[in-house]
């Protein structure tokens, strides 16, 4: 448990406390111990000074995972600026707005985003500076060009006998202060500004540091796959796994599923944080094709050995994520209820969180020893949930929310704002689900996502889907409403469909559905599956964005 009052704090705290062990690791490339991330740091602190940023000012941030994504990060809050993280997978007209939207005034790149933004079209930015070294990429500054060619100078001249642990001296952070702001990248299309105060970087980061930190120790080695600009990935991988002492691992390239694997096997995280795609891909692969063949089904059915034969099967399972993890944590989507029920009856230790950027992102979360099939746990300390419904048990509900984790509001858009929180102060999640008595939520679905029936049911596609995906050849579908018949796209699996014509994957589909509709209630049936050809498009936490295939 942190004894830190504030996020810069525990940052300061953290930093002198581990100055000599290792930090951040940039996967099969350079480490940076405490001390370096400290001088990293401080350099840029003198960069921003000597280049006319003021505390508040926007500092953007867009390129893959790496160390120095982090130092950039750590260091315009510690200077007290304001930073806006943006997805590398954005494309350059989304960047370009976000930068200009935000009224950034420095923007760091990795070399991928580089190549692919246009300077021209961010015409208030005084510099763009490139995250590998960084070098400048664009100035508009002569204070800018004078502060980073003089940059070794600078910190000579500031720290002459040394830089040391006691030089470490961060801006004091007041918890209702604007610390970032995050622009999602929902299912919607359409990507607001989410602003957060220190107090929900703080409030998670601390949660996570006594709910987890006695399972993840000091020096406990973590792997980032999860893009850092995205809360998720920010808070639980990142700011957590820096905090608490241990040694962070960036892939800084995409994430494959082989990358993944070879970076499991050579890290051997502590713990795991995942969204379902990941999972499911490892678990579908790897895993169901040895346990259903004749021969495994055999043993699984013979009580006498059936045991051991699932404690082997876990064993193997724990193998595939490095062997060393306390749990895996899942998140961002819903996990496919026939992977978590496989997980599950092998006994693997597997949890479901749930959270919006606009909570930073926590609002619910439980150790995998008293997880619930179905469930994404129970409210996160400091945050107040409820379900509009009048039997919340039973009857789905919007998820409400308040307390330590939430925004402030949306960056410019106070139409959005009001939307957003009522006049109580509650967060509008727009997700629904029930609530056990004991606290646990369950997830039904998105409120916007959410069909009629032809005499007024409501139909929640997720549920759907959920039972499609786990049906013969099928990777992954979306269940859509047309003249008030329900038709699922497939994007049937690349694996499987390699030695099949187009006439023999559509019989397996029309098969796939009558199956389907012979366990679904009679106003969710689906009228036909139609095959996509192309993977869908999916936002960073891998939730496909159901927007660009409502009409097709």
Not at 29 to 37: K, S
Not at 76 to 91: D, K
Not at 318 to 326: M, R, S, T
Not at 404 to 409: A, D, K, S, V, Y
Request: hydrophobic share 40%.
């Amino acid at each position: 448990m942190t004894s830190a009052a504030s996020f810069n704090s525990l940052i300061q705290q953290t930093i002198t406390r581990h100055w000599n062990q290792d930090a951040l690791t940039d996967y099969q490339g350079i480490t940076l111990q405490f001390h370096d991330v400290a001088r990293k740091i401080e350099k840029l602190h003198i960069l921003f000074e000597n280049s006319g940023v003021k505390k508040g000012d926007k500092i953007a941030i867009c390129g893959r995972n790496s160390s120095h994504w982090a130092v950039t990060f750590l260091a315009t809050l510690t200077y007290g600026a304001v930073a806006v993280p943006i997805l590398h997978e954005f494309n350059a007209e989304q960047i370009h707005n976000i930068v200009n939207h935000s009224e950034a005034k420095l923007l760091f790149v990795g070399d991928f985003v580089a190549k692919e933004i246009d300077p021209e079209q961010m015409p208030h930015l005084e510099g763009i500076i490139n995250l590998p070294d960084f070098s400048l990429m664009t100035s508009r500054s002569e204070t800018l060009d004078y502060a980073r060619e003089h940059l070794n100078m600078l910190f000579g001249s500031k720290y002459p006998m040394a830089f040391r642990a006691g030089d470490v001296s961060y801006h004091q952070d007041d918890s209702e202060e604007l610390a970032l702001i995050n622009y999602t990248s929902g299912t919607t299309g359409f990507s607001k500004g989410v602003m957060l105060p220190y107090r929900a970087i703080w409030g998670n980061t601390d949660f996570c540091m006594r709910r987890l930190g006695s399972h993840v120790k000091e020096g406990d080695n973590m792997l980032s796959i999860l893009p850092m600009a995205h809360m998720y990935g920010m808070a639980i991988e990142f700011l957590f796994g820096f905090c608490n002492g241990c040694h962070l691992f960036f892939l800084t390239r995409l994430p494959s599923p082989a990358i993944i694997a070879q970076a499991f096997a050579d890290v051997k995280p502590a713990i795991i944080i995942s969204v379902p795609l990941i999972i499911e891909k490892i678990i579908r692969k790897k895993v169901f094709p040895v346990i259903q063949s004749n021969r495994m089904k055999l043993l699984l059915n013979t009580p006498v050995v059936s045991k051991k034969v699932k404690q082997k099967i876990c064993e193997q399972v724990k193998a595939a994520f490095g062997n060393q993890a306390y749990e895996v944590i899942v998140g961002g989507a819903p996990l496919s209820k026939e992977v978590e029920q496989f997980l599950l009856s092998i006994d693997f230790p597997i949890t479901v969180g749930y959270g919006t950027t606009e909570c930073a992102p926590l609002i619910s979360y439980c150790d995998h020893k008293d997880f619930i099939s179905s469930s994404c746990g129970t409210p996160v300390d400091g945050m107040e949930v409820r379900i509009l419904s009048e039997d919340s048990q039973n009857i789905p509900g919007e998820i409400v929310t308040k307390g330590l984790h939430m925004l402030l509001g949306y960056y410019k858009n106070e139409e959005a704002t009001r939307t957003a929180i009522d006049k109580e102060g509650w967060y509008h999640t727009g997700d629904l689900a029930t609530m056990s008595e004991d606290g646990h939520i369950f997830i039904r679905g998105r409120i916007k996502n959410m069909l009629l029936g032809p005499n007024g049911q409501n139909i929640y596609p997720e549920e759907i889907e959920d039972k499609l995906n786990s049906m013969a050849m099928v990777s992954e579908s979306i269940v859509v409403q047309r003249d008030g018949k329900l038709v699922a796209l497939v994007y049937p699996d690349n694996d499987d469909v390699v030695n099949f014509s187009r006439e023999d994957l559509e019989a397996v589909m029309e098969q796939n559905r009558q199956e389907l509709n012979g366990i679904l209630p009679a106003y969710s049936r689906l009228a036909a599956i139609e095959l996509h050809d192309e993977e869908f498009q999916k936002t960073p936490k891998k939730s496909i964005k159901r927007y660009l295939y409502q009409n097709i």
